[in-house]
């Protein structure tokens, strides 16, 4: 979130910065949450570059990406998509939850990576549009447990040599972030109770007892609303607990009880 202030906890930041100036395309992986996106807009902005960003679902098609023949008064024009319009322009192509995408997508975007750096537009008259000098691509994907991501073919991880690796911040580390983006407001032990049940159902997540993990996005909001007056149990159930309803009744009553034996309550 533009203002907050980014944290660059685990130098993650300063490595992309290397990355781009040996002219290294970066992949950055890690689970939903934990600062990816805000990674890499922190990077364009403190550079002063303009980034263009796609993000990447199963619904993407190429046209979004390369650009669209279009009817105009009688005469077909090209009206030029995302990664066209990055490559004359220069500065950042960010491209958000990669392993998501179709492999059609996958295969035009393959092509402006090379090292040639060029794209042929077969939609426009076999136009070939070259990337301007110093043009970037930095890729985000989620690991491989979350649902609608596909593995990236081999071809395309090896256009991306620089890998950074993003995780949940350590307890402190996720404070200090919450705070930034919820204020104080939310007291020192209600924020370590947050933090400490998030950590404790990341890791149930992770030995798959549990279905869902939750990201930093929900710990700022656990924050932000013990902050707004709400009771820390009362937004650790809000925000934590009652999402699990989504995958039964046994999993809910199980995430309940963790509120409760950490929370204490009725
Ligand atoms: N290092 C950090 N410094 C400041 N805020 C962060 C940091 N990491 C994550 N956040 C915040 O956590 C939330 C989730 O981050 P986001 O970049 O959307 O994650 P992702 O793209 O990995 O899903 C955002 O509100 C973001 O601003
Ligand atoms: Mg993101």
Redesign the pocket.
């Known amino acids: 979130?533009a203002g907050?202030?980014?944290?660059d906890?685990n130098g993650s930041l300063e490595a992309l910065g290397r990355a781009h100036d040996a002219g290294i395309f970066a992949l950055v992986i890690?689970p939903?949450?934990?600062?990816?996106?805000?990674l890499v807009r922190e990077f364009a902005a403190s550079r002063g570059l303009p980034i263009e960003s796609a993000n990447f679902s199963l619904r993407t098609r190429e046209g979004h990406l390369v650009g669209t023949k279009t009817l105009e008064g009688g005469s077909v024009a090209f009206t030029e998509g995302i990664l066209v319009r990055s490559m004359r322009r220069g500065g950042v192509m960010y491209l958000d939850e990669l392993n998501a995408a179709e492999a059609d997508v996958l295969l035009r975007l393959d092509e402006a990576l090379d090292d040639r750096r060029e794209l042929v537009l077969k939609e426009s008259a076999g136009e070939t549009v070259a990337a301007a000098d110093g043009w970037y691509a930095v890729a985000?994907i989620n690991p491989l447990s979350h649902a609608g991501t596909k593995e990236l073919p081999p071809q395309l991880l090896s256009r991306f040599p620089a890998r950074i690796r993003?995780e949940y911040p350590p307890a402190e580390t996720e404070a200090e972030?919450v705070r930034?983006?919820a204020g104080a407001a939310c007291g020192g032990a209600d924020l370590e109770a947050g933090i400490r049940l998030a950590d404790a159902l990341r890791g149930a997540a992770a030995v798959e007892e549990l279905a869902y993990a939750p990201?930093?996005?929900e710990t700022?909001a656990y924050a932000r609303l013990v902050g707004a007056g709400l009771a820390a149990r009362e937004a650790a159930t809000t925000v934590f607990g009652n999402v699990y309803a989504q995958w039964g009744e046994i999993e809910h009553k199980k995430v309940a009880g963790i509120i409760t034996s950490m929370f204490g309550g009725q």
Do not use: E
């Open positions: 979130m907050a202030g980014y944290l906890w890690g939903k949450g934990t600062g990816k996106t805000t985000t993003l972030i930034r983006h990201s930093m996005r700022i």
